[in-house]
């Protein structure tokens, strides 16, 4: 069982450049979610998807943006990378509940020169 | 709106000793849990425990308790009897009953080192 699978792991961009990190998974949950990891700055939310074809904007999502193509997949787009966007990422799912755990993906390392 | 506080960044404890990371939380929804993961140097997340408000009783899961006080608004994770395996960085995170689809919260994190 794969679980979150995120691709790719590592990427290095130029300022200006576009990407999109891909996010899948296989446990038939309804929430999948996208953070951004930090030094000191834990993991902040940049945007969500409650449900296939709704999305919502978490704590950070400017400069992002997100499509939930269906119920297994919810990709993250950078139009115009910026150093400032440099960071860890990971993608996430859950069932929806109140005391549903979320599991994640092995990350993405993105530094952006 | 929600916001989680970790005010430790950096922890020491002697193995085999125990800690607790403390974890405070503001929300104004009438039901919340909260959860801790831990992250190891790989990287990846791993949940730990998950403490709901209206729960009677605190949570326990092997080692890893939550010492839970609703009016003072904390969610305490105590870990006994360390482990060199339990240097990590810890997180807290909270999710309320009005964002069960989503809005999972996150602390700063507590990174802790657990010395032999």
């Known amino acids: 069982n794969a679980g979150v699978t995120q691709t790719p792991k590592f990427q290095v961009l130029k300022t200006g450049q576009s990407m999109t990190l891909q996010c899948a998974q296989d446990?038939?949950?309804?929430?999948m979610y996208w953070y951004r990891q930090d030094p000191g700055m834990g993991l902040r939310l940049i945007y969500y998807s409650a449900s296939e074809g709704t999305t919502d904007k978490g704590e950070v999502p400017n400069g992002y943006n997100v499509s939930r193509l269906n119920k297994r997949e919810f990709s993250l787009r950078l139009e115009s990378a910026a150093p400032s966007q440099t960071s860890v990422y990971f993608c996430a799912s859950s069932e929806r509940g109140l005391g549903t755990e979320a599991f994640f993906g092995q990350g993405t390392r993105l530094t952006v020169v | 709106a929600q916001k989680i506080t970790q005010t430790q960044p950096g922890m020491f404890v002697q193995e085999k000793e125990a800690v607790t990371l403390d974890c405070t939380y503001d929300?104004?929804?009438?039901?919340?849990?909260l959860f801790w993961y831990k992250q190891p140097s790989s990287g990846e997340m791993i949940f730990l425990i998950y403490?709901?408000?209206?729960?009677?009783q605190n949570a326990t899961e092997g080692r890893y308790s939550l010492n839970f006080q609703k009016a003072r608004k904390s969610a305490n994770l105590v870990i006994s009897a360390s482990q060199l395996g339990d240097s990590a960085m810890y997180f807290c995170a909270m999710r309320g009953i009005y964002n069960q689809g989503g809005k999972l919260i996150f602390g700063q994190g507590t990174e802790l080192s657990v010395k032999p």
């Open positions: 403490q709901g408000s209206y729960d009677q």
């Open positions: 446990m038939n949950h309804n929430s």
């Open positions: 929300t104004s929804d009438p039901s919340y849990g």
